[in-house]
């Protein structure tokens, strides 16, 4: 069966960075694009970023939600079967439970319903 399985969460401080890694196993990783979500306590999931499938006119495009754009950076290695998410000048708010998610499609990619398969989610607190 499909696992995706997030690593890299912990503690840090204003301004630290921070990598997390989402280890892709039971489906073909790069017929898929790729996302990041967050959910904060009390909060609703919400958009992070997004990485296109390794084929088609949107190969490699990358999406950002707003309040991430210019400080984290998405990729993958599909040899690997592996994305990651560059985490820099980490802030108080960017504190949540961070999920990676995968997506057969390119429709509606900011809506969590949009996506096929959910890994666990790994923790990132940040403080002051």
């Known amino acids: 069966q499909v696992q995706l399985v997030e690593s890299g969460g912990g503690l840090v401080q204003a301004g630290d960075s921070l990598r997390l890694s989402c280890a892709a196993s039971g489906l073909t990783f790069s017929n898929y694009a790729m996302a990041w979500f967050r959910q904060a306590p009390g909060k609703e999931r919400e958009f992070v970023a997004r990485i296109e499938w390794s084929g088609g006119n949107t190969y490699g495009r990358t999406f950002y939600a707003d309040s991430v754009q210019g400080r984290f950076s998405i990729s993958r290695d599909n040899a690997k079967n592996t994305m990651y998410v560059q985490m820099n000048s980490l802030k108080p708010d960017d504190t949540a439970v961070y999920y990676c998610?995968?997506?057969?499609?390119?429709?509606?990619?900011?809506?969590?319903?949009?996506?096929?398969?959910w890994g666990q989610g790994t923790q990132v607190t940040g403080s002051s």
């Open positions: 998610a995968a997506s057969r499609y390119h429709t509606n990619i900011y809506l969590p319903g949009s996506y096929d398969y």
